[in-house]
């Protein structure tokens, strides 16, 4: 059993308003998969020409689920996602890849569309079954149920142990019309009783063809949900997905048909700007955590490497554990600085905490001041900046501290 | 200040006892460089013609007694070690590099050797400046009193927080000899208020030029301390030493000319064993551990992927966190192997705990029972095996839990 967790420092006082999105419908029921008393299935009911692009995880051992979302992008055309949380569906063989296709069929049947245009995730144990007969009845129900204005419902039925809904919405003036951007998530944070496990689901009714749609995707999520990190672990079932209705084009917006072009840039700026959001309240919501972390790397030698050193902090143990101990201990960011396997050259490298210099050319900051840099760790964010002074290469990443709540939340369910 | 740490589960019930290496003498001293109230410096003092070799830390931020070390291996001639604990010169730039040539001319001064024959070492807090003159004055003192029993003394001299000194020793018969191999450590755990830092310093009166003993200790490491991690974190100190006094030819020890000679096997043979034991004695003092743990993996496509592979599983706070809470919980273990990066078939992936298969074939065991595993799971010294099934790849790391006790270490010992 899920222990119950602390709430996140960071959880917002309240959630979003979500206006709809034209051509997308929503669903959750409570199929009692593993969590008595709560919404554990989802389901989302898209309009006919909408486009869907994906970034999944890299896991060589990841879940059915993201093996069948792999097949469906191949197509990119979708008209309903199901997502159900409890079971991860991952590690589970033949009948995972069964479970799978049982639960596409008969959202498909439901839907009256090909399996093909299904798009499934699973959140929750590994290694365990997932009886998909036990849900699939419920999936006529949900698509015939489905309402505009079912976001908050939607984003709470795939928490695992997340300690808050995670939403947010943008909207673009594009041509005639306001284009809206919703999105979702599930963190990647207090996830017992396995593994974080990040689901981010996006939705718009801006029009445009799938390797538009895809460009943008995979951009956005080079800067946001792949440079956060909460402690170095990869799920089997991380999958980010991106659908547009393009019931905007019917109220006078236009249709995008490339990434580089004034609208592409306008409605790429709202996307990215949304999944940034998202994915700061996947780690603000990071298991266990007290403070939130800024690592801004520069002066590598390129924003690959610079990256590579920002994870390399991001990542330490000793880092984490200094800061969740309020320690100025940037002795710890030198060791993690030396370990990424990047350039680095030790008389060339400052750090600041904040806006206070600590180290410079190699050497304790002429100016360090413990007094002031202490009072600064107490602080409930925390910026860590390294210049590597080498390059131009930069790039930031984003953490969280490593506390007792997470060797709690970790350690300790089966008891 | 460093807290006081809870003695390791895994502290020897007494020390070994350790008999002369002909050649080498020892002595150790309080010099108050941060302790109080105990030994902090150290020295062994070489006869002529002793050979010397090395592994360094690969970190790219090291400190400044393992670049003098890297320039004395140029050369190969060892006549004074030096260690102090308490303060690791490190990231103390040009400053650092003036500590570290002080300290060495002082001891060459002591022996009457070059500044090149002496090997020094530091670890404590980084980015402080090492004051060697505080100390400088007593290295002629430990020159001149260095005794060839000091092996106990001077092993509790260069510990930080390790919980308990780490020795070992090794008699190899060659020719009409009987050949001596001791050897000491501190280890990459309980060291507040930094970071883990492996210091290990090997001593034998075998006779063998620098280059065979180079080859024996490079390969000795690469099965031992290169497998062993606690926290994934990599000191900027990190130093194994092995010296050759040669005064067992006097009694009739054959010189060692190659390493893959029957002399050479036997030697190495006896040396890596000697390193094994050393390294696992590090691990079984990581930082608030409560368990140790073997990771064996098989099946993969080389022994340099199944090594990756062990570091993924070894590194994964949510494995090492399971294992703390003795959750066999392993669907963690197929996450880390999903997200090495090395080549994995999830049907083909088979783990067992200790002796009982939990997951066979991409799949939950037919024969798992829970009860089983759980209580094999209470026991102190955990083994998780993976077979990839792929080829013919294998490799064992070494590591330990991630308990409280590691988050109390590392994050509140400023408080």
């Not at 593994?195 to 445009?208: G, Q």
């Amino acid at each position: 059993m899920a222990k119950a967790a602390r709430v996140s420092p960071f959880a917002p006082e309240r959630l979003p308003e979500m206006p709809p999105v034209p051509g997308a419908r929503l669903a959750a029921c409570a199929a009692g998969i593993r969590y008595p008393g709560r919404t554990d299935l989802m389901a989302v009911v898209l309009d006919e020409g909408t486009t869907v692009a994906g970034v999944l995880t890299r896991s060589k051992t990841c879940s059915a689920p993201v093996l069948w979302c792999r097949e469906g992008l191949k197509h990119g055309k979708a008209r309903v996602l199901v997502v159900n949380s409890g079971n991860a569906n991952a590690f589970t063989g033949k009948k995972g890849s069964e479970a799978a296709r049982i639960t596409a069929e008969a959202a498909a049947k439901a839907r009256g569309c090909s399996p093909g245009e299904v798009f499934i995730s699973s959140t929750g144990v590994i290694g365990e079954p997932l009886d998909a007969a036990k849900f699939a009845h419920l999936l006529d129900g949900l698509v015939r149920s489905a309402k505009s204005d079912a976001w908050h419902a939607a984003a709470r039925a795939i928490m695992t142990t997340d300690t808050f809904p995670k939403l947010a919405t943008r909207r673009v003036r594009m041509g005639a019309a306001d284009v809206v951007i919703n999105g979702f998530a599930k963190g990647a944070g207090m996830i017992a009783p396995d593994l974080a496990t990040m689901l981010v689901y996006i939705f718009t009714d801006a029009a445009m063809p799938q390797s538009v749609l895809q460009a943008m995707l995979a951009a956005g999520a080079d800067t946001t949900f792949n440079c956060i990190t909460i402690d170095s672990d990869t799920s089997t079932s991380d999958t980010v997905l991106l659908f547009a209705t393009g019931a905007a084009a019917a109220r006078g917006a236009p249709r995008i048909a490339d990434a580089a072009s004034a609208d592409g840039r306008l409605f790429a700026t709202a996307l990215h700007d949304l999944m940034h959001e998202l994915a700061l309240m996947v780690v603000k919501d990071g298991e266990g955590l007290s403070k939130f972390v800024t690592i801004e790397v520069c002066g590598a030698e390129s924003d690959g490497a610079a990256r590579r050193i920002g994870f390399a902090i991001a990542n330490s143990p000793l880092v984490k554990t200094a800061i969740a101990g309020a320690d100025p201990n940037w002795g710890r960011v030198v060791m993690a600085v030396g370990k990424s396997g990047e350039a680095a050259d030790r008389d060339r490298l400052s750090i600041r905490y904040g806006g206070v210099q600590v180290a410079k050319d190699g050497d304790r900051a002429a100016t360090y001041d413990e007094k002031t840099i202490a009072q600064y760790m107490q602080g409930r964010e925390i910026t860590i900046g390294v210049d590597l002074g080498l390059g131009a290469g930069k790039a930031t990443v984003w953490t969280c501290d490593l506390t007792h709540d997470y060797i709690s939340i970790n350690a300790d369910y089966r008891s």
